[in-house]
């Protein structure tokens, strides 16, 4: 068992420096001699192209409801006489064995490989390289982000959301540290997890060393850094501490995207979105499970019906909803399919909206309820036609974040953030939401507390790990 695990990694770490072009680092050396010895080379390590099926993230926006299977006849699906996960997520079927429908997960594998084989790299040679001592406490501030946010969204993926109460006794994931691959890394409860996530944040930014503007959007800059400590507070619900990293962050970067570009052309079909995803200069931290994403999704009849506001400039305005093609891929009648191919959406990393939307709810929280309204708007404003946009106008606390979870669902479509935000929500009995999803006159129900939350951990990994009982 431990050899095949063994050649398992090692197969992994090969895969991963030919997928970056460093083949020099799979020639084999006598045991003891480090392959990783410069700044030169660690740096190289980290340009890693964060895209591909471990951020491919649809079967979380399944699970919340706000999309349909990607060229899937849905009704099919349902009907079929074949319990695959697909069905089991569709129809929110709790007594489904989720489990023995997970051979594999590319997710669960591919983001403990970027922990296993960069982040932990860099960490454990950084010291004893030679070259740019500068350049060499940067990456190791790189690496110790990198290791958080992978574990962040393990974390939330396969554990429970982190709940106060419970999260001292709450089963999490192995939070990996080393690259001892004879190792067995052990799970530990939630709370160990998010304390590790905010010790590897914290020791990032304390060292100083991060770049403002890195040298592109897959590496990390202090920005991100600070957006990520922010995004752990929040669950932690630390409003305070999460405002002031939030802060941190928008003094770095407080571009927000602007659909209000679209009207200045008066013929719709001219109206064409587009955005390039590297370079985009919202971005945070850039990631992807396919460079044209979101297009070919499709979102829900819930998702138009009560999230979209009138006078959407996207929904409303332009042509990216295809309704021909929505059927064509999902088989249901009126829901539309978003082709906008030269739009590169940041899907699964993070940026300014990210920091305005967090804002907005520590304000909230703190009862600055005006003051988090404003940021809200500072979404709407961007996202509505002018002749039709108006501000919000609350009276408290309870309805001020309705609006907030109603605008955010919209901003962070089709992304990992509306499943962590209302996993997160869920916890509070104030704030929880039962999701209702209709199909066919036929309605399937997610409870906030349902198992479903919760991800099944791959076989290819619990066979290996005797610790890793589901957590559901």
């Not at 709790?94 to 084989?117: F, Q």
């Not at 914290?202 to 991100?224: C, I, T, V």
């Not at 955005?275 to 994403?293: E, M, Q, V």
Request: aromatic content about 12%.
């Amino acid at each position: 068992m431990k050899l095949r695990f063994k050649l398992y990694l090692l197969a992994l770490f090969i895969s991963l420096f030919g997928i970056n072009g460093c083949a020099k680092y799979t020639d084999f050396v006598p045991k003891g001699q480090n392959l990783l010895n410069r700044a030169d080379d660690l740096d190289q390590l980290m340009n890693v192209n964060y895209s591909g099926n471990l951020f491919n993230m649809n079967k979380l926006s399944l699970i919340v409801n706000d999309m349909y299977l990607l060229a899937y006849n849905v009704p099919n699906v349902i009907s079929s006489n074949v319990l695959t996960m697909d069905k089991v997520l569709l129809t929110y079927d709790e007594a489904a064995d989720r489990a023995a429908l997970t051979p594999t997960d590319a997710r669960y594998d591919g983001l403990y490989k970027n922990i296993a084989m960069v982040a932990n790299i860099v960490l454990a040679n950084a010291d004893q390289a030679s070259g740019d001592k500068k350049l060499l406490e940067q990456l190791k501030a790189e690496a110790y982000v990198l290791r958080s946010f992978m574990h962040f969204l393990l974390v939330n993926m396969y554990a429970k959301a982190y709940d106060p109460a419970t999260a001292s006794t709450d089963g999490g994931i192995p939070y990996v540290t080393d690259i001892n691959f004879e190792k067995e890394n052990a799970k530990v409860t939630v709370q160990e997890v998010y304390d590790k996530m905010l010790a590897d944040i914290d020791a990032a930014l304390a060292a100083e060393a991060l770049p403002d503007r890195p040298k592109n959007s897959m590496r990390f800059g202090r920005g991100f850094a600070y957006a990520l400590k922010a995004k752990i507070l929040m669950s932690l619900r630390n409003y305070s501490g999460a405002l002031e990293a939030v802060n941190n962050a928008l003094a770095i970067n407080n571009t927000l995207e602007d659909h209000r570009y679209l009207l200045s052309e008066p013929v719709m079909a001219n109206r064409v979105l587009s955005r390039k995803g590297l370079i985009a200069p919202d971005n945070l931290f850039y990631a992807f499970s396919n460079t044209f994403d979101p297009s070919l999704l499709t979102p829900t009849y819930e998702i138009l019906k009560d999230y979209y506001e009138p006078g959407n400039i996207i929904k409303d305005y332009t042509n990216v909803y295809n309704y021909q093609y929505g059927m064509i891929y999902v088989g249901l009648p009126d829901i539309p399919a978003w082709i906008a191919i030269s739009y590169e959406g940041n899907s699964a990393g993070m940026t300014v909206s990210d920091l305005v939307l967090m804002k907005a709810e520590c304000l909230i929280r703190s009862n600055k309820l005006s003051a988090g309204m404003e940021e809200i708007e500072k979404i709407r404003v961007r996202r509505i036609a002018p002749e039709v946009y108006a501000p919000l106008v609350v009276k408290d606390a309870t309805e001020a974040m309705a609006y907030l979870k109603k605008v955010s669902r919209i901003e962070f479509l089709f992304t990992w953030r509306n499943f962590v935000d209302v996993k997160r929500w869920n916890t509070e009995a104030a704030y929880a939401e039962t999701i209702n999803r209709t199909i066919g006159g036929k309605t399937y129900v997610l409870k906030p507390n349902s198992p479903l939350w919760i991800l099944p951990f791959p076989q290819s990994a619990t066979q290996f790990n005797t610790t890793l009982t589901q957590n559901y």
